[in-house]
């Protein structure tokens, strides 16, 4: 017998003795003897665990080695807002969106896309001129048309308007709100829905975590959407969340009332910040605020998923808004994970 098969047969031989003695061998018991990813975690729960991301932080090997890993649901944190998407009226820039869904595509991930309709990040030629309610809805169906037409098959959901409500549940004064009035939040939806009618449509929005007057406006709209047989799928819950300001304990419950209207709940950009600098005692009370909400979402069968608005503080929006605040994500700057993530592990493990 030549010495290569002597030695082939031998390996088999010696690799089926191991199988026996229980010892996992070959690529099929190497992916399942490691440790799960948060993503297959909570797939056995039928969610997702996902993370947002920005087109700059791509070229951070260590950072997207991560990201491919542990996520299956992206959102790109700016790439599809107005101001990158349609810079000069009528003149479109996929560039960016389209890295990210690339990216998402190569690693098997899904996109929660973001967002349409907001009154931040939008363009000069949209905010330093007035307009008569005709122009802008025109302006507004075309953008929403186009965008969402361009990413029809290839992205999850839309955050079709975002940030729509004041704290106390009043409308937002926003060029949408002020030119065209309530309404837009309506035409929105059902453009976008036309332009792709499998894209799961949500509202999105912060400070909506718990019970309180915020959570009731959209309470309220989503009732009336419903009833008048708009196209709204679901509700994001960013979950912007500051340990100073105490847990949303009524977030189950909020996230129960929103699936008995038939509708989809999600925590879509969660972060937990603290008061700089991190102790030992701030992160260990972090933690449990993250096995709290992702616990929360669990118990709601039509909370659908978590999302981590970035999964490291290495790029987290917090320092440069909230000076003094910060360490506000699962993973620290060194991309070491942190009690959040043992954290995770343990809500989404049970
Ligand atoms: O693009 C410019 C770049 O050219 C310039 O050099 C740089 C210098 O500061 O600024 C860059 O723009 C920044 C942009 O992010 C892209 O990086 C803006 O200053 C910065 O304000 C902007 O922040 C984004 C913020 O939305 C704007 O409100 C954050 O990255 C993004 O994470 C954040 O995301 C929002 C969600 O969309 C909605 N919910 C709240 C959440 C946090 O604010």
Not at 56 to 74: H, V
Not at 116 to 137: G, K
Request: glycine fraction near 6%.
């Amino acid at each position: 017998m030549p010495r290569t098969i002597v030695r082939l047969k031998l390996a088999g031989v010696v690799a089926a003795a191991l199988v026996a003695a229980g010892v996992a061998t070959g690529p099929a018991a190497q992916a399942h003897d490691r440790t799960p990813t948060l993503a297959e975690l909570a797939h056995r729960h039928g969610r997702y665990f996902g993370s947002a991301t920005d087109n700059p932080e791509l070229t951070d090997s260590a950072y997207t080695k991560i990201l491919g890993r542990e996520f299956d649901m992206i959102t790109p944190g700016n790439g599809m807002k107005w101001y990158a998407t349609e810079p000069q009226q009528g003149v479109f820039d996929w560039s960016k969106g389209d890295e990210i869904v690339k990216l998402a595509r190569a690693n098997h991930q899904r996109v929660r896309a973001h967002t349409l309709v907001w009154h931040s990040q939008l363009p000069d030629w949209l905010t330093s001129r007035e307009w008569t309610a005709a122009q802008l809805r025109a302006v507004l169906k075309k953008h929403i048309t186009a965008e969402v037409r361009h990413y029809r098959g290839k992205v999850y959901s839309w955050d079709v308007v975002n940030e729509a409500f004041n704290e106390d549940g009043t409308y937002r004064e926003t060029i949408w709100y002020k030119t065209l009035g309530p309404g837009y939040i309506a035409d929105a939806l059902r453009w976008a829905h036309q332009a792709d009618p499998h894209a799961k449509l949500y509202l999105n929005d912060y400070n909506i975590e718990a019970v309180g007057p915020k959570s009731d406006a959209y309470y309220k709209l989503a009732q009336n959407l419903r009833a008048q047989g708009v196209p709204l799928d679901g509700i994001g819950f960013q979950a912007h969340l500051a340990l100073q300001y105490g847990y949303p304990s009524t977030l189950e419950d909020n996230l129960r009332r929103f699936a008995r209207l038939g509708l989809d709940t999600a925590l879509t950009e969660v972060d937990v910040r603290m008061q700089l600098p991190a102790t030992d005692a701030k992160l260990a009370e972090q933690a449990t605020w993250y096995r709290d909400l992702t616990r929360a979402c669990l118990a709601v069968r039509r909370c659908v998923g978590v999302t981590v608005w970035d999964y490291t503080d290495r790029y987290s929006w917090i320092p440069a808004v909230f000076p003094g605040e910060g360490a506000a994500l699962p993973w620290d700057e060194q991309l070491e994970p942190k009690p959040a993530y043992s954290a995770l592990r343990e809500a989404l493990g049970r």
